[in-house]
């Protein structure tokens, strides 16, 4: 039998007002350290597998701990305990469960065997496993094996908390994101959101690589393809601002038809995002807020027009690019020529796109282009709040 839903939590941790509906095979919990996601676990277990609350669990001991579970059938079964009493519930169930925790392995063999000893054992008895960040130990090749494996050994629902990227599966309803909403805790399960679009479900796998990393996000900063996608990391750096630091991540889109859509879901999680694209889409996407335009018709031509000749020819000799450029020119005036040579450069600079030139175009540009530059500061006035300690 499979757990469908938490209904309703009263006095749990900091769990009280929340509803959590589960998938019915996989759910990965993720979101900020110390914000609650072990506490769904340990929920979890203390209903069904010790079948009894501690008093640390209570957020206030003279009041009951309430809990309302959902199963796959539909039926209810409603929890009350007491402080100094016992957990009563109004059904009798027959569920079972496993919590793998607290495994202090030798080396990376013995921690992978030790799992699946413990699963292999009681796994025809078993309606579900809960698993505490099982990454920890494991390199990321070995954590996706690790989730895979675990599907095939058992045909139990999972529960998996967990601050790895690596270790998701490709399916955005399997995705529980635990986050703090100014001041209020929020949950958003994947499994309540619907997309319809297939163009976009198959965007989504085609760069799920870079989506799945952007749920452990504060904010998404969504560009139109790899030449971007190259050159903002840069930009930043440039501009003595650490992404990272402010848990800004980065999706290129491969254009920007989807933009509106995946932007849409990741507030959804409730994750705020910004994004860049070029200016002859304006029209179509004008009065979307959180969208920037290039000052130019696209990319290629703000970085051009913001290089001087001097590091434009830095650029072109770090391709190796055999250009007329340099070839043609002839001690003319140095902004003139440029003028004259933009046809063909931007020509030149729109073939092959990809991450490596982007990321030497942010290198060399003489200036970055405003439209960048105001883009990254939105996004740092947004994630401000969330900004990491320096280590």
């Not at 929340?18 to 019915?24: L, R």
């Not at 954590?143 to 529960?159: A, D, M, N, P, W």
């Not at 930009?235 to 995946?262: H, P, T, W």
Request: proline residues 2%.
């Amino acid at each position: 039998m499979k757990i469908k839903a938490i209904r309703k939590i009263e006095n749990y941790r900091n769990l009280s007002s929340q509803s959590i509906q589960f998938d019915e095979n996989v759910n990965f919990i993720i979101g900020e350290n110390e914000i609650g996601k072990t506490n769904i676990l340990e929920l979890i277990s203390r209903f069904f597998i010790e079948k009894h609350f501690l008093e640390s669990d209570y957020y206030d001991l003279s009041k009951p701990v309430k809990i309302t579970f959902e199963l796959e059938d539909h039926t209810l079964l409603k929890g009350i305990q007491y402080p100094h009493s016992s957990l009563q519930i109004n059904h009798e169930y027959k569920i079972n469960g496993l919590f793998l925790k607290d495994i202090h392995p030798k080396d990376e063999q013995s921690y992978i065997q030790s799992i699946f000893k413990q699963i292999h054992t009681v796994k025809d008895s078993i309606s579900f496993l809960l698993l505490d960040e099982p990454e920890n130990h494991l390199q990321p090749y070995k954590q996706r094996t690790l989730i895979k494996k675990i599907v095939e050994l058992t045909s139990c629902q999972l529960f998996i908390v967990t601050h790895s990227p690596n270790i998701l599966l490709m399916n955005y309803k399997q995705f529980i994101r635990v986050f703090r909403n100014d001041t209020c805790l929020s949950i958003v399960s994947g499994s309540t959101i619907s997309l319809e679009n297939t163009e976009l479900i198959k965007h989504m796998l085609h760069n799920f690589i870079y989506l799945k990393e952007a749920m452990f996000s504060h904010l998404v900063l969504f560009v139109e393809g790899d030449s971007e996608y190259g050159a903002l990391p840069v930009f930043a750096q440039r501009m003595n601002i650490d992404l990272d630091e402010y848990g800004i991540g980065i999706v290129k889109l491969d254009g920007a038809e989807s933009v509106c859509r995946c932007m849409n879901l990741y507030q959804k999680f409730g994750i705020p995002s910004l994004a860049i694209i070029d200016r002859d889409k304006e029209e179509k996407y004008r009065n979307v807020q959180s969208i920037t335009f290039t000052e130019g018709i696209d990319f290629e031509e703000d970085l051009y027009n913001s290089f001087e000749f001097e590091d434009y020819v830095s650029f072109i000799k770090t391709m190796k690019h055999d250009s007329s450029f340099l070839k043609n020119y002839h001690n003319e005036n140095k902004k003139s020529y440029m003028l004259e040579q933009k046809k063909n450069q931007l020509k030149y600079l729109r073939e092959k796109k990809n991450a490596y030139k982007g990321f030497l175009l942010a290198k060399y540009v003489t200036k970055i282009p405003d439209s960048y530059i105001q883009l990254i500061y939105k996004a740092i006035k947004v994630t401000s709040k969330f900004k990491s300690c320096k280590i």
